[in-house]
């Protein structure tokens, strides 16, 4: 089940980000990258972030997470994680997809992850989303920048 979730919530945010911490600290092997952004976040961050945010259930577990943005006429997701113990169970498709769903008042969707995390690069491109560029955000981290257009 997938609901929106109150990141103004302490407890919700905390939750999230134990969650955001194992996940990443997943991507940050695969890009060989240890000091990804999101690994340092805290639950203060979380709660003042500003992005709507939709959680993934499993028999009442939070499974993964994803958070966005909205601008103008442009949806950009901020966050995309899964809990190590749900990996390659749909739950990041679900997200995405729910998300793709539900949000169809805007031209294009935008999303980011780091160029040599092959499994998250392979699920944008089966969802639809085109890779755009690469770009070098601090030494030695490049990022993949993906998006898809959305004809109204």
């Given amino acids: 089940m997938i609901k929106k979730l109150d990141i103004r919530n302490s407890l919700i945010a905390t939750e999230l980000l134990n969650i955001q911490l194992v996940s990443y600290e997943v991507e940050a092997k ?4 240890k000091n990804l952004p999101p690994l340092k976040d805290t639950t203060e961050a979380i709660m003042s972030c500003g992005e709507e945010l939709y959680g993934y259930y ?4 939070l499974a993964g997470a994803i958070s966005f943005k909205l601008y103008d006429n442009m949806l950009d997701i901020h966050r995309l994680f899964v809990h190590p113990d749900f990996f390659r169970a749909g739950v990041g498709r679900a997200l995405v997809q729910y998300t793709l769903n539900n949000y169809q008042n805007v031209d294009k969707y935008i999303v980011r992850t780091g160029k040599m995390n092959t499994p998250a690069k392979n699920l944008y491109s ?3 989303f085109v890779e755009i560029k690469d770009e070098q955000v601090a030494p030695n981290l490049l990022i993949t920048v993906f998006e898809k257009l959305f004809s109204h």
Avoid: F
């Fill in 30 to 33: 695969i890009i060989d990258y």
């Fill in 58 to 61: 499993v028999n009442e577990r």
């Fill in 126 to 128: 089966k969802l639809g």
